[in-house]
């Protein structure tokens, strides 16, 4: 007998860490900011006509690129916008992993990238990272229908510099790059200048987590203007208006607010660091992060009891029960109060084991 259910589709899907509405909670689980987004945003949305959400957004949010383009000094050609860099993303893989050969990418990074690949049939070829969880530059000189590699990479928190890039760029002259910079801001090298000289490089980037605006779901990529063109044509094919008109205000006064901008990500580094010591201080071992977040473990304790502890103190952070890193929690990092908290509950587990 046949079912409708023979031809619904079986798919496991990317599971984001956890959005609790608890009151009085410390919530440094899904590397969000823990500041508010720039008081100029937040004015663009307090002014906001709301009698032109009768009319579509801004034509292929032109007015967005135009600032991001001035922002990195490229053109607009150059700029695509998406609703958040996982949609961004998402079709970047549908528009550029077309072909027969698996694309590549580490077994540690974010996991949302298997999802697309069994969501839009990709095959993928992973690479271990080193014991040290760096990426083996030479995995990628092996032919490939793609490569795609967080910059930050996260879970891990390790980002690369130029001659890595550089090197990835040279190694695959044939596959489209994806660089994926959603943490970039927090200290790492951006490839946002190599996509001049590289025609098949493509940058995305995020105002989720260093503009503070994850709710407004506003992404990017800057690329050549192929590239572009095409991830253009495939959303024109899908949903035309993926940037809302309000997001589209918010992100263009966030762009504008450059002041505002270095000192949350100032702010979030410094403490980014002492927290890094204080852990270090209390035995556990944890990454250099060039993120906005830091992957940590302890040889004495069980990473596992440590989370579930500390979400009955109302603290969250994350926990991936995924190989080689099952020991290792993911904190993101709060503000100077909430990681406080953090760190005295903390104690308080090592101190009742
Ligand atoms: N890339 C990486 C590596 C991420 O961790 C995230 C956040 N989960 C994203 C992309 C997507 O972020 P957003 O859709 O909020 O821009």
Not at 248 to 268: H, L, Q, W
């Amino acid at each position: 007998m046949n079912s409708f259910r023979d031809n619904l589709r079986k798919i496991t899907p990317y599971v984001p860490g956890e959005q609790s509405k608890e009151k009085d909670i410390v919530k440094i689980n899904a590397n969000e900011n823990p500041y508010p987004p720039s008081p100029k945003a937040v004015e663009a949305l307090k002014s906001f006509n709301t009698d032109t959400l009768r009319f579509y957004p801004n034509a292929n949010a032109n007015i967005l690129k135009e600032a991001l383009a001035e922002y990195y000094g490229v053109g607009v050609k150059n700029v695509f916008v998406g609703n958040g860099s996982d949609d961004v993303l998402a079709l970047a893989f549908q528009s550029f992993f077309c072909g027969e050969l698996p694309i590549a990418y580490p077994d540690i990074t974010y996991s949302f990238y298997p999802v697309w690949c069994d969501l839009f049939n990709i095959p993928y070829k992973t690479y271990p990272l080193g014991e040290d969880f760096r990426i083996n530059i030479e995995d990628y000189k092996e032919p490939n229908g793609g490569v795609v590699i967080p910059n930050p990479n996260a879970p891990t928190s390790l980002g690369e510099g130029e001659d890595f890039i550089r090197k990835l760029l040279e190694y695959n002259r044939d596959s489209v790059v994806i660089i994926d910079e959603a943490y970039v801001d927090f200290g790492v090298y951006s490839s946002v200048k190599l996509t001049e000289e590289y025609d098949n490089l493509l940058v995305t980037g995020t105002f989720s987590k260093s503009r503070s605006l994850a709710g407004m779901r506003i992404g990017f990529a800057i690329g050549s203007a192929e590239l572009i063109g095409v991830l253009e044509a495939v959303k024109n094919s899908y949903n035309s208006y993926t940037v809302d008109s309000l997001s589209i205000d918010m992100g263009i006064a966030s762009i504008k607010d450059d002041e505002y901008f270095k000192e949350t990500i100032n702010k979030v580094i410094a403490t980014r660091e002492r927290v890094t010591n204080e852990l270090r201080s209390l035995g556990f071992e944890v990454l250099d992060s060039q993120t906005n977040f830091i992957l940590a473990t302890h040889e004495g304790y069980n990473m596992k009891e440590l989370f579930d502890y500390l979400k009955t103190k109302k603290v969250f952070i994350r926990y991936f029960s995924l190989p080689r890193i099952e020991k290792y929690v993911r904190v993101t990092i709060g503000t100077d109060d909430e990681m406080d908290r953090f760190l005295c509950e903390v104690k308080s587990f090592t101190e009742g084991k």
